[in-house]
């Protein structure tokens, strides 16, 4: 209920600050009320920070999609679905280790550019909700953000188990 309640504020905020009714004071506030709810995605520049200090490639990617699930739900206007969308492009680090030469990928399977994989068909789905915004259920979305999750959660194992 607040969340609705709060999104409503928010959109309505947004209108205003489009038409240029809002001072920079209000204007502060509301993008200190949307890096509230998106500023949890993750920038090109902290995963390959984070890579780079030695964390785990497969759970970068993991944090990546969840945060983007996670974001989901809490989105609320045309312009979080299209930060979704542009945090969904960021590379992983195979996309760095393997120069993006997909066919030594891991994932490749999972984030092909073509419309079978899993990537695709969220990529498909984000830019229709960066045009409609919350007119569309977000369940669609979400749907496909727990599918690249799974997969890529499986992705790992069997990665792991080969190394094993």
């Known amino acids: 209920m607040l969340a609705e309640n709060l999104g409503s504020w928010l959109l309505v905020l947004s209108r205003l600050r489009s038409l240029n009714y809002l001072d920079n004071g209000i204007q ?9 709810y998106l500023g949890n995605l993750l ?13 785990n490639a497969f759970d970068l990617t993991l944090e990546k999609w969840v945060r983007i699930r996670e974001s989901i739900k809490s989105a609320l ?16 680090p195979f996309c760095v280790e393997n120069q993006d030469n997909c066919g030594m990928c891991p994932l ?17 789905a984000a830019q229709a909700y960066s045009i409609a915004g919350d007119l ?3 369940s669609t979305l979400l749907g496909l953000a ?9 992705c790992k194992r069997e990665f792991l188990e080969k190394m094993s």
């Open 28 to 36: 502060r506030r509301i993008a200190e009320e949307r890096d509230f």
């Open 136 to 138: 569309l259920p977000k």
């Open 146 to 154: 727990d599918q690249v999750v799974s997969q890529l959660e499986s």
């Open 43 to 55: 920038t090109f520049r902290e995963i390959m920070t984070r890579y780079q200090r030695g964390e």
């Open 77 to 92: 206007t045309i312009s979080h679905f299209r930060e979704i969308l542009e945090a969904a492009l960021i590379k992983v």
């Open 108 to 124: 490749k399977l999972i984030c092909s550019r073509g419309p079978e994989g899993s990537f695709g068909k969220f990529m498909r």
